[in-house]
């Protein structure tokens, strides 16, 4: 099998090292070439041929995303992570990556030692290039083993709470979404996506301007109000409690759950116990299987689970997860999902059909 080419693009001699080493120390990886910024980087494209390519997001000659608008031109397909810096700078910088065309980022360790910057590379950096290289087993995931999902039914119980899970390539696909919900949507909308803390406040914050619903970063105790998307933070798993008029919003300092914190399985689960077969929950792109547990959750309690497809999504790790399991009711293109979501609250609002107490 022909190895995955990499093109590292950093500033830094010593993260330019640590990568293409540990690059080159990988068997089914291939080190394409380096580049100190963004200009060299173009240059060396056609010659390179990558298949993924590393860019650092603030660099001398051509910034990383100066570097990304023109790559995009040239090579609309070429699958990019970004390396930013975990300050407010970096995180704006990377929304604006995101935006313009990553498919992915990873923030660098602050004050990072050697070792720590080595570790850092093995654990974050290459199993990213590997999923967007379509290499990783969470593109192709394994049948998930566990009691049989209940009979699929379409146009179930009534809508009363929306729940997302979403990794590699979210920020696009949130921005496909949540901008198309109607302003009078009457259910809240709970999204974990996997930032780490800062980022997924200036997430929230980014999709408020672009949204007819309200946006905000979920608080600790906060009441859950229809009409409005709660984005989990970053380092906290996001969960519902209570029932009725007295849910509420849980911040939880628990154990990462699938290497992830915030975990789609925990906001799922919390959703499915709180309210029953009134979720629908919405599993869209990313590495890893986070979000397939609590499908099941969901689909147990009697609520209702789609995905995107795997022809839009960046990386079909989750959804794909999901799908393999059993437990998917739809799977959707991105440009589909926003609808699907509206025409199934509508749905259950005209049939009247209330949820299990």
């Given at each position: 099998?022909r190895?995955i080419?990499?093109?590292?693009v950093?500033?830094?001699?010593?993260i330019?090292?640590?990568?293409?080493?540990?690059i080159?120390?990988?068997?089914?990886?291939?080190?394409a070439?380096?580049?100190?910024?963004?200009?060299?980087?173009?240059?060396?494209?056609?010659?390179a041929?990558?298949?993924?390519?590393?860019l650092d997001?603030e660099?001398?000659?051509?910034?990383?995303?100066s570097?990304l608008?023109?790559l995009?031109?040239?090579a609309?397909?070429?699958?990019?992570?970004?390396l930013?810096?975990h300050?407010?700078k970096?995180?704006?910088?990377?929304?604006?990556?995101?935006?313009a065309?990553?498919?992915?980022?990873?923030a660098?360790p602050?004050?990072?030692?050697?070792?720590?910057?080595?570790?850092?590379?093995?654990?974050?950096?290459?199993?990213?290039?590997?999923?967007?290289g379509?290499?990783?087993?969470?593109?192709?995931p394994?049948?998930?083993?566990?009691?049989?999902?209940?009979?699929?039914?379409r146009?179930?119980a009534?809508?009363?709470?929306?729940?997302?899970?979403?990794?590699?390539?979210?920020p696009?696909a949130?921005?496909?979404?949540?901008p198309r919900?109607?302003?009078d949507?009457?259910?809240?909308?709970?999204v974990v996506?996997?930032?780490?803390v800062?980022?997924?406040?200036l997430?929230?914050k980014?999709?408020?301007?672009?949204?007819?619903?309200g946006?905000?970063e979920?608080?600790?105790?906060?009441?859950v109000?229809?009409?409005?998307?709660?984005?989990?933070?970053g380092?906290?798993?996001?969960?519902?409690?209570?029932?009725?008029?007295?849910?509420?919003l849980?911040?939880?300092?628990?154990?990462?759950e699938?290497?992830?914190?915030?975990?789609?399985?925990v906001?799922?689960?919390?959703?499915?116990a709180?309210?029953g077969?009134?979720v629908?929950?919405?599993v869209l792109?990313g590495m890893g299987?986070?979000?397939?547990?609590g499908?099941?959750?969901?689909r147990?309690?009697?609520?209702?689970?789609?995905?995107?497809?795997?022809?839009?999504s960046?990386?079909?790790?989750?959804?794909?997860?999901?799908?393999a399991?059993?437990?998917?009711?739809a799977?959707?293109?991105?440009?589909?999902?926003?609808?699907?979501?509206?025409a199934?609250?509508e749905?259950?609002?005209?049939?009247?059909?209330?949820c299990?107490?």
């Amino acid at each position: 099998m022909r190895k995955i080419r990499i093109l590292v693009v950093d500033d830094s001699a010593t993260i330019r090292r640590i990568v293409a080493e540990a690059i080159v120390a990988s068997p089914d990886l291939e080190l394409a070439g380096t580049a100190a910024n963004g200009q060299l980087a173009l240059d060396r494209i056609q010659d390179a041929r990558p298949d993924v390519l590393t860019l650092d997001v603030e660099m001398p000659v051509l910034d990383g995303i100066s570097t990304l608008k023109e790559l995009r031109r040239r090579a609309p397909r070429l699958p990019v992570l970004m390396l930013s810096s975990h300050t407010e700078k970096g995180a704006l910088a990377t929304l604006d990556a995101l935006a313009a065309g990553a498919s992915d980022f990873v923030a660098k360790p602050r004050a990072a030692s050697l070792d720590e910057a080595r570790a850092f590379v093995d654990l974050d950096v290459l199993p990213r290039l590997r999923a967007l290289g379509g290499r990783a087993t969470e593109a192709a995931p394994a049948p998930f083993r566990s009691a049989p999902a209940p009979a699929l039914r379409r146009g179930g119980a009534r809508v009363e709470a929306v729940v997302v899970g979403v990794s590699t390539g979210g920020p696009q696909a949130l921005e496909q979404v949540l901008p198309r919900l109607p302003r009078d949507l009457p259910v809240p909308v709970l999204v974990v996506q996997h930032m780490p803390v800062m980022f997924t406040e200036l997430l929230a914050k980014r999709l408020a301007t672009l949204c007819a619903v309200g946006v905000e970063e979920a608080s600790d105790k906060a009441p859950v109000r229809p009409g409005t998307v709660y984005i989990a933070r970053g380092g906290r798993h996001l969960a519902v409690e209570g029932l009725d008029a007295r849910r509420t919003l849980r911040l939880d300092d628990g154990p990462p759950e699938n290497a992830c914190k915030p975990a789609a399985d925990v906001l799922f689960r919390s959703a499915a116990a709180s309210y029953g077969a009134g979720v629908l929950a919405v599993v869209l792109t990313g590495m890893g299987r986070d979000g397939c547990a609590g499908s099941e959750a969901v689909r147990s309690a009697g609520g209702s689970v789609v995905i995107q497809d795997q022809e839009t999504s960046v990386v079909w790790g989750m959804p794909g997860a999901v799908a393999a399991a059993g437990l998917a009711e739809a799977t959707l293109p991105i440009g589909g999902v926003a609808a699907e979501i509206a025409a199934r609250v509508e749905r259950g609002r005209l049939l009247g059909i209330r949820c299990a107490p």
